[in-house]
């Protein structure tokens, strides 16, 4: 368990969608911190998409929690950021960098990560980037 949820954060860093999408299932359900669930491994690989281009972000200080049976886990960490580009109902992107404390979620089906739910400060990233 505590390896795919690694596996997961080095492809995220690595900004390597594919390898993140191998983690996760086919029914992955994704719990964003401000908006709705998404389902499946498509709508994953979407709002992907959509983030590399809005932001560009590396995770620090990474600690890796698991339960006892293999199918829960979490994970705390630092976002890293630059706004690249304007998000819909955002504050205007002009590069603002930003750094803000998140974790995850996660549940686990057959050794991949079959739902996923992050959460970090929305203000403090909007009074960062303003």
């Given at each position: 368990m505590h390896d795919v949820i690694h596996r997961y954060f080095n492809a995220f860093n690595a900004k390597d969608t594919e390898a993140m999408l191998?983690?996760?299932t086919e029914d992955l359900a994704h719990h964003v911190n401000e908006g709705q669930v998404r389902t499946g491994r498509a709508a994953f690989a979407e709002f992907c998409?959509?983030?590399c281009r809005c932001y560009d972000e590396r995770l620090t200080e990474m600690v890796i929690f698991t339960a006892e049976g293999g199918t829960r886990g979490a994970a705390e960490y630092m976002v890293n950021g630059?706004?690249?580009e304007t998000d819909a109902g955002l504050p205007e992107a002009r590069g603002q960098t930003y750094r803000l404390p998140a974790g995850s979620f996660f549940t686990l089906t057959d050794g991949l990560i079959?739902?996923?739910t992050t959460y970090y400060n929305l203000a403090d990233w909007l009074r960062q980037v303003k």
């Open positions: 191998a983690c996760v998409a959509h983030m630059t706004y690249l079959s739902r996923v």
